[in-house]
């Protein structure tokens, strides 16, 4: 399926596309680099909060870019449902397919 786009549109769109890979890039590599810190600590409840909001921070950034990047919306995605109850192989798998 294409889409037939002007030069301008497809141009704005490209930027999009590049701002939000540039942000999910880099708000990956800042959880990378925190989850190493925080990795670093005994374990413990706390060091388990840090990595559950570490956790959290990522997941927003990639609902950000699925969203301005791939035009999903998560909050109306019933994929996204059936996507949690899958192991991590399977989600790869799905989203592979959906892109």
């Known amino acids: 399926m294409f889409i037939?786009?002007?030069?301008?549109?497809?141009n704005r769109r490209i930027r999009q596309l590049n701002?939000?890979?540039?942000?999910?890039t880099l708000a990956t590599g800042i959880f990378l680099r925190g989850l190493d810190e925080v990795m670093k600590e005994p374990s413990s409840q706390e060091r388990g909060k840090k990595i559950g909001a570490l956790s959290n921070k990522?997941?927003?950034?990639?609902?950000?870019?699925r969203y301005f990047g791939l035009g999903i919306d998560y909050r109306h995605d019933p994929e996204i449902k059936?996507?949690?109850?899958l192991n991590p192989k399977e989600k790869i798998?799905?989203?592979r397919k959906r892109i």
Do not use: C, G, P
Not at 4 to 10: D, G, I, K, T
Not at 19 to 24: D, G, N, T
């Open 19 to 24: 701002i939000a890979l540039k942000e999910l």
């Open 4 to 10: 037939e786009l002007s030069q301008e549109e497809a």
């Open 82 to 85: 059936n996507h949690q109850r």
């Open 93 to 95: 798998a799905k989203e």
């Open 58 to 65: 990522l997941e927003y950034a990639r609902d950000h870019a």
